[in-house]
């Protein structure tokens, strides 16, 4: 039995996003959700129909880290205020991909990674204070970061681990303005994301922080600024690897993402969700150098938003 609470989370207006926090507002009466996104409030509360009392809607860009502060900090003083219930679970889903490596957030960094990696840090360090035994953090990963035919299917190149401060720069990537590198940002950003997890995972005390692969789930708005190409294929011919162990439907992706968020027994702190079951990340992932390193630059790069 899930108790009253409130989720808040990113992500929540499309694709497997949508339909987790559907799901959670279906199955959990007691669960009042938060959502972020870059939609005005009235647009994203509207797309819940009658559950829509249950939503709250705040307006951010999560590219930036101002707007990814803001929001925060109201998530906050509504919770502190009593007008929300004491936090259940933080679900940072919101992802990007890129047609390129150069595009530049409003505070300097490669607008991948800004969403992907810094957007989440910010938040999650913002609202640590409020998670409570029994909550917990849950972070949308990739597949891709395993870099290989398997889990990559061809289509996303694997990881290109560098120094995280290059990584965090717009053109850090051999000809970044090519499709190849902003697909190469992608999946090294979710690897980043994963050794943030398992730093997390060593500093937070008292709420487990996972996370949450959906595998390879075509016909979503992820690829939404990938090339005309990309996302023709996204949306009209990839969708049939649903039908094998190949590819994840977004209904079935959704589900499990709520389970993720909100199931009866927490899983342990640091773990690997593939889909509805613990499993191993890549062997890549497992490196406490890279993830102190991380931690360290997401530090440097959120330090100017913590205190405002």
Known sequence: MV???????????RGIGRIAAERLLREHEDLNLVVIGRQAPAEQRAAFGQASWRVTALRAELASLGQTADAAGDVADL???????????????????????????????EETFAVNLLAPHLLTRSLEGLLEAGSR???????????DLRHNLGMVPGPVWAPIERLLRPGGYPRSERVRAGRTAYSTSKLAAIYLVHE????LTGAPIVSFNPGF??????????DPLSRFAMRWLLPALTLTPLGTSPQRAGEYLARAIVSDDPPPSGSYI???RIAPSSAESMDPSRERAVWEACEAAIAPYLER
């Open 137 to 147: 953090v849950v972070v949308t990963v990739s597949d891709t970061h395993f870099g």
């Open 274 to 276: 593939d889909r509805n």
């Open 79 to 109: 919770i502190g205020a009593g007008r929300l219930p004491p936090v259940r679970a933080l679900a940072w889903n919101a992802g990007l991909q890129r047609s390129d490596a150069i595009g530049v957030s409003p505070d300097g960094f």
């Open 217 to 226: 789930v075509p016909g979503t708005g992820l690829a939404r600024a990938a």
């Open 200 to 203: 997390w995972a060593r500093r």
């Open 3 to 13: 108790p009253e609470g409130t989720v808040v989370m990113t992500g929540a207006s």
